[in-house]
């Protein structure tokens, strides 16, 4: 039987796609680690959720990227100890290894557009709901309700939250009376999608139909389309007709204790509307909320 000698460049193309997949791999791993040792070091609950809101998937895709590139060189190593030269079956086998690299990368490009979102929500709500801690005393502080958190807002906060461009959640150590205000974008960040369940709803245009006068509340009629299965939706949001800083000074508040519970979660089911799931901060607004149900203009506020 005649020996065949392997041609340099065939060794020398082996050797670089057993080096590549190691370092792709490598950096996919160190990439992430990384990632996570910057969530890790980041100490305040409010900066962490939106650390990991702008980045964690984005962050994700590129480990899965170097995963693809891994195992698009792995597969340019199949029968390798048989490939002496530079034949057909070396292009035939760069096509199958480039097809299954693209495969790999882009399947996991869409689970972390598409399905990852939805773990990625449940993750931010723990960080955005956990108990804060006063850094003056280290008492524990307690998130007001919606009626009453207005009282710390000063009326510019109060028009953007109306706006749904963003949302405040105030924190009170009720032992001191120390405030802390935290904000966070509101509803221009995706929803769950009714028909696909992902969280890959989007705005895609606003409508003001009735301008807010001194009289009267105002509408505006937000226009959703899911990203994924391009489903589209369209709901009313009322604008508040409060004109000033004093309108919102005069509402009266009291606290309230909500003793072992850090949250009510209600979920409604419907043959006709489907599933819809809400949370709120004490039994209270759960039963306030229950008492003045209606699916087609269930409040958005509570909507998760």
């Not at 882009?106 to 931010?124: A, D, Q, R, S």
């Not at 890959?200 to 009629?221: C, H, N, Y």
């Amino acid at each position: 039987m005649e020996y065949v000698e392997v041609s340099p460049f065939i060794s020398f193309w082996h050797q670089s796609m057993i080096i590549g997949a190691i370092v792709a791999a490598t950096a996919g791993i160190v990439w992430y680690l990384l990632y996570q040792i910057r969530v890790s070091s980041i100490a305040d609950y409010h900066l962490k959720y939106e650390f990991i809101n702008a980045n964690e998937i984005r962050n994700l895709k590129v480990m899965a990227y170097c995963f693809g590139v891994a195992t698009g060189m792995l597969i340019n190593l199949y029968a390798s100890d048989k490939m002496k030269d530079v034949q057909v079956w070396f292009f035939a086998r760069l096509a199958m290894s480039i097809f299954g690299g693209t495969l790999v990368g882009y399947v996991g490009h869409l689970i972390f557009e598409y399905y990852y979102p939805t773990i990625l929500h449940k993750k931010l709500l723990k960080w955005r709901y956990t108990p804060r801690r006063n850094p003056k005393t280290g008492n524990t502080m307690r998130l007001l309700s919606e009626e009453e958190e207005d009282v710390h807002l000063e009326s510019g906060m109060q028009a953007e939250e109306n706006m749904f461009s963003i949302d405040y959640d105030v924190w009170v150590d009720e032992k001191t009376g120390d405030v802390k205000i935290e904000k966070y974008r509101g509803h221009l960040e995706a929803l769950q999608c009714n028909n696909c369940g992902f969280y890959t709803m989007k705005v895609q245009r606003e409508e003001i139909t009735k301008p807010a006068t001194a009289e009267e509340s105002g509408e505006l009629v937000k226009y959703y389309e899911c990203t994924y299965c391009k489903s589209n939706r369209a709901t009313a949001f009322n604008l508040s007709n409060k004109q000033t800083e004093s309108d919102y000074k005069n509402l009266k508040y009291k606290f309230r204790q909500n003793k072992d519970i850090d949250l009510v979660k209600l979920e409604i089911h419907s043959t006709v509307k489907g599933k819809k799931q809400y949370e709120f901060q004490n039994i209270e607004e759960a039963q306030k909320f229950l008492t003045e149900f209606d699916f087609d203009k269930s409040d958005k506020r509570h909507e998760v």
